[in-house]
């Protein structure tokens, strides 16, 4: 039996699943990085996979835009499939005149203009926040590496195309880095079930200075992202 949006049977995920927003970014990732791979959910085309990467099981996700959807995602896979870790490996807006596309963003907390967390949390300021059992050697793993990272806040609006233009500004001046519209909504739900999160993006758009990385560009930028994630995390184990 599998959930509303799930159809997977119980033990076909993986104790660790990525979750990009884009379902074909999670076939894209199955097919790149993970041996063996099975299909394991399509519920609307929001693909699940589960393999294995240097002979530990992990499956990736598709979670949808916006907080609303991933976090059916995640509170399903969770609930009913025993996840334990969940890693989005998302792209994001630079707020933050030091950071290039292509950079990578731990998002150690997550700011929103959602109230999901507000409602969780009887009302009160929720501090989002990623695992740092989980933060710890993705950032060690960058640094190994040189690899380009930055650690720090990150913004998740449920507005794509918001009202503000001033917004960008604003956010920068509280040293936040980058926009998306994810994390502050995984951090709650991995909050609620006490179950570990941690939210890596990829930098695709800069809104201070209106650029945005072209499609080959993103894919790179994803794949570097991902592979970092898989050589911290699994080998962490
Ligand atoms: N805003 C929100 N989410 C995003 C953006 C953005 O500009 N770019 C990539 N994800």
Known sequence: MGTPHIEA????????VLLPGDPLRAKHIASTFLDAVQP??????????????RGTPVSVMGT??????????????????GV?????VGTCGAVHDDIALG?????????????????????????AIASFDLLQPVAAQARRTSTPLRIGNVFSTDL?????????RRLSAMSILGIDMEAAGLYGVAAEHGVQALTVLTVTDHLLRDEHASASARTTG??????????????AD
């Open 64 to 81: 949808g835009m916006g907080i609303p959807s991933a976090s059916i995602y995640a509170t399903e896979l969770v609930r009913h499939y």
């Open 40 to 53: 394991v959910t399509a519920v609307r085309n929001m693909l699940g996979y589960t393999g294995s990467w």
């Open 9 to 16: 049977r119980q033990g076909d995920f993986a104790e660790l």
């Open 222 to 235: 994803v794949d570097a992202m991902t592979r970092l994630v898989l050589d911290a995390l699994v080998a």
């Open 160 to 168: 794509f195309y918001g009202p503000d233009p001033a917004l960008p």
């Open 103 to 127: 950079d990578l963003i731990l998002a150690m907390g997550a700011c929103t203009d959602s109230g999901v967390n507000r409602q969780r949390f009887n009302g009160m300021d929720f501090a």
């Open 84 to 88: 334990r870790r969940l890693v989005r």
